[in-house]
């Protein structure tokens, strides 16, 4: 069975850090781009970061840039998204995302394996 499991979020406050963590399974994604995305109450999920295959090339959301880093352990199967200097704003659940390499651009055009998604609670 193919898929993604998140872990990591929870509760912190401004300011704060946390990194999240993308363990796939099933098949192998080292080709594949990674990508995570957010979802908070109310809203549209969007992009955050991705993380491609091949060259490890790494996308920003202008709204974390600076902040969050993406990061892909391909031994592990596992992909990261170490987050600092969060923000009340950056409360949503997150989810993480693969496709294959032919896709490109920073929307969820091709991404066909999702994760369940974590929630990060950022608050005082």
């Known amino acids: 069975q193919v898929q993604l499991v998140e872990s990591g979020g929870g509760l912190v406050q401004p300011g704060g850090s946390l990194t999240l963590s993308c363990t796939a399974s099933g098949r192998t994604f080292i080709m594949d781009t990674m990508g995570w995305f957010r979802q908070a109450p109310g809203k549209e999920r969007e992009f955050v970061a991705r993380v491609t295959g091949r060259t490890g090339r790494t996308y920003y959301a202008d709204s974390v840039k600076g902040r969050f880093t993406i990061s892909r352990d391909n031994a592990k199967n596992t992909v990261y998204l170490q987050m600092n200097g969060l923000k009340p704003e950056d409360t949503a659940v997150y989810y993480c995302?693969?496709?294959?390499?032919?896709?490109?651009?920073?929307?969820?055009?091709?991404?066909?394996?999702w994760g369940q998604g974590t929630q990060v609670t950022v608050s005082s």
């Open positions: 995302a693969a496709r294959p390499p032919t896709y490109g651009g920073n929307d969820e055009t091709g991404y066909n394996t």
